[in-house]
Structures are given as structure tokens and as C-alpha cells.
């Protein structure tokens, strides 16, 4: 019997032997890489609810999508949709990474998941039945959906993973926190194994909020368009997503000869509610300190960018703030401008990008950019994909709340 207890070998570095998305432009990795490298747009008429009320009727929708066809008939039913689309995305994460979860390793193995906005809908559905006709008539098969960490709970249930469950519900930032969480548990050798991501489905009651908010694109009329730095732009594409990405002790992925796509070299976060940026600055900064990478060392950033004036502009001065001269020799590209933004579920999309970016040597690029704004002058990769080896990425989020994150990802060279 193999061996499955917690490794007693753990390296730094992190391998990420897995892939599970399900998004807007492609569901697997294979196909969402493809989709970002075509520019292929994921924003189409919303189907899931009325929108007649709104102005904005676009979102980043994911259509065709029968998890039947991933998860098969048992117990799906009684699932909302961003469990559905997280177990989804939990079972490609587990394929890929040919990561069989048994008695003998299941104590080892973790989930780590972003989710913010993932039981909105499920909550005021719930709560509408038993305003109106009262406590006695909701359904309470329904119940475990309204409880913020159903989603992760489910997806360790389903797969039978017993190791520690975590949510994080930070927004912007949750993607990327919930792999920084599920790193620590590995550097501390206190897993072998984690299934880490976000999930975020697009909802009436979230879309109706943001649009009260005037932050949606078209909000005044104009057309709606989801375009990172570029001049033109006046709002966010809201969207939906699920992904995980299998994560495994260095060790323990040798082990088992599996095979790893890339490696998490560092990552750090910090807090700060001003608009100038010093938060994401001190992220980046402790993200490079902790993967000792010098700052010539980065070949791509994997933006945050979402097609808003503030965040797009305070991004942009953070790279110069950072990279100083080296910052106009660094592609930028953010791909939001294909899928929008899905908050929870935005960094982890944003990594599995990055993932592909290393695996191919292809940088997704910046899609419906045509207005230059003076304040946003780096280089956007824009409009078309492009081809350059990729040892390092970094990959960022910052939550106008406050919160800011940044990961780096690398190259595996076997035998390093």
C-alpha cells in the first residue's frame, strides 16, 4: 500500500499538477487556454435571469453547461448552481492531475475555496418562500445552499476529501488567497494535497446591485465594453466562473510521478482602503521577496485589470512603482477583457492563465483595446496573443475594499 502520510520532505515551492476550470470561454484547460489565446469573447445576453429592468443586459454567462455530464445523476439535483459548477470544476482538477482520493490518502488531502457572492441567489430564494408564505413551507433540502462554505463542503463530500475545508470570502482577492491558504498548509506539512480556486455564478440579485451602483459597462448608455486600460472605458462586464487548481507537496507529486505544470515560487498580500496604490505595491513586493525573484526575473503579469478607470490606472502605476525601468519591457495583459470580472472566482481563472502562459509560451492578450490612455502606458499584449518563453509569472488582485494579493508562479525544471 502506498505510503499517503503527510510528507515529512516538503520543499518551499509548490507544484500545481491539475487544472479544473469551467468559465465563459471555455470549460477544461485545454479549451479556456485556447478561448484566451483566440481572444475569443465570453460575454453574450444574459439567459439566466430577466433583464429587461436593466439598461446593461450582457454578462460573462456560461452557457451549455450539464454538470450531469461531469458530476452523473447522484445528488446534483437539491445543488445550486455555483456547487454545481465548483464539483464541475473539482472533478476536471482531479482527472487532470490523475489524483485518486482514497481511505488511504483522504486525511491528507484539503479544499481550499474563494466564494463571496456564490450563495446570494441561493438565499434570497429561500428567504422569499418564507417571508411570503412562511417558515413551514420552504424546502429544506434547499437550506445547505444559503450557508457560505456549501460549495467547498460539497466538493470534499462528493470526492470524499477529509482534510481540513476552508472558504474565503475577500472578493477580488479570494482566487488568489484561497491558493496562498492552501501553500501554507502544504509548506507546513500539514497536507499533501489541496483543491484550490473560486466559484462565483452571475445572479439577479448580485447584477441588480452592481447595476444600482452604476459600476457596470453602459451603465450611461453608451455600448457596453469590457476593455482594461483602455480610454474608453466606463465599467465592469460582471461573469461567472469555477476553477481549482490541484496543488501538491513537491515531494509528494514526485512521488507519484505526477505530472507538474508549473510550481507556486511565492506569494503575499496586504491590507490598505486608500486609492494609491501601496497595498498592492507592499503584495507584489512581499510576493517577490518570498519567491526570491529579482525584478528582472518576471516575464508576464497576469493583470487584475477589469476594465474600471481607478483600478486599471492604480494597477498600472504600481508596476512602474515596482519594476521601475524594467516596467515598460514587461507584458501586462488582463483577461478579463474576455471573461469579466467574477470576483471570487477571478484570481483563480487569472492562475490558470499564467499556467498556460508557462506550459505554452503564449501570453493571452488584452482584447478590445483601441483608445490609448495616457496614464495607462505599459505593454498590454493587445488584441493578439503572443508567443515568448515564460519562466516567471506574476499574477495580481486588488479588492477596492482593500484587500490586495499577488502570486508568483514558475517553470518546472525537472530535477531543480
Known amino acids: ?171 477580488f482577492c479570494a482566487g488568489l488567497d484561497s491558493l496562498m491558504y492552501a501553500a501554507d498548509f502544504l509548506r507546513l506539512r500539514r497536507a499533501d494535497a489541496v483543491l484550490a480556486g473560486g466559484v462565483e455564478e452571475l445572479c439577479e440579485e448580485m447584477f441588480r446591485g452592481f447595476s444600482l451602483l452604476g459600476c457596470l459597462a453602459g451603465s450611461d448608455g453608451s455600448e457596453p465594453v469590457c476593455c482594461p486600460f483602455d480610454a474608453q472605458r466606463n465599467g465592469v462586464i ?24 508549473a510550481i507556486v515560487l511565492g506569494y503575499g498580500s496586504s491590507f490598505d482602503r486608500s486609492t494609491g496604490g501601496d497595498g498592492l505595491l507592499r503584495a507584489i513586493t512581499a510576493a517577490m521577496a518570498d519567491a526570491g525573484c529579482a525584478l528582472d526575473e518576471i516575464d508576464y503579469i497576469s493583470s487584475c485589470a477589469n476594465s474600471s478607470r481607478e483600478l486599471d490606472r492604480t494597477e498600472t502605476k504600481v508596476i512602474k512603482r515596482v519594476f521601475q525601468e524594467a516596467s515598460r519591457k514587461i507584458p501586462v495583459s488582463s483577461i478579463k477583457s474576455m471573461i469579466g470580472e467574477s470576483f471570487s472566482a477571478s484570481g483563480s481563472l487569472s492562475l490558470a492563465s499564467a499556467v498556460g502562459a508557462i506550459r505554452d509560451g503564449i501570453i493571452p492578450p488584452t482584447a478590445n483595446y483601441q483608445v490609448k490612455d495616457p496614464e495607462c502606458d505599459l505593454d498590454y499584449v493587445v488584441n493578439e496573443a503572443r508567443e515568448k518563453h515564460i519562466r516567471k509569472v506574476l499574477v495580481t488582485a486588488s479588492d477596492p475594499y482593500g484587500q490586495n494579493s499577488a502570486v508568483i508562479l514558475g517553470q518546472y525544471e525537472e530535477g531543480r
Open 238 to 261: 460582471l461573469s461567472e466562473g469555477a476553477c481549482l487548481l490541484a496543488l501538491e507537496d513537491m515531494h509528494a507529486a514526485r512521488k507519484r510521478e505526477a505530472d507538474i505544470i
Open 1 to 171: 500500500m502506498e505510503d499517503w502520510g503527510y510528507s515529512s520532505m516538503t520543499e518551499k515551492n509548490i507544484a500545481i499538477t491539475g487544472l479544473g476550470v469551467i468559465s465563459p470561454v471555455g470549460k477544461g484547460r485545454e479549451d479556456f487556454w485556447a478561448g484566451l489565446r483566440e481572444g475569443r469573447p465570453g460575454f453574450r445576453d444574459i439567459t439566466l435571469f430577466d433583464t429587461s429592468p436593466f439598461a446593461m443586459k450582457l454578462g460573462g454567462e456560461i452557457t451549455a453547461f450539464d454538470p450531469l455530464v461531469y458530476l452523473g445523476k447522484k445528488g446534483v439535483r437539491e445543488l445550486d448552481r455555483s456547487t454545481r459548477l465548483i464539483c464541475s470544476a473539482a472533478k476536471l482538477a482531479l482527472d487532470d492531475a490523475r489524483l485518486l482520493i482514497s481511505d488511504d490518502n483522504s486525511d491528507a488531502v484539503g479544499v481550499s475555496l474563494g466564494a463571496t457572492f456564490g450563495s446570494l441567489h441561493s438565499i434570497s430564494q429561500f428567504d422569499r418562500v418564507g417571508l411570503t408564505e412562511g417558515p413551514r413551507y420552504v424546502n429544506p433540502s434547499h437550506f445547505p445552499n444559503t450557508v457560505i462554505n456549501s460549495p467547498a463542503s460539497q466538493v470534499s463530500i462528493r470526492f470524499g476529501i477529509k482534510g481540513f475545508n476552508t472558504t474565503i470570502s475577500n472578493g
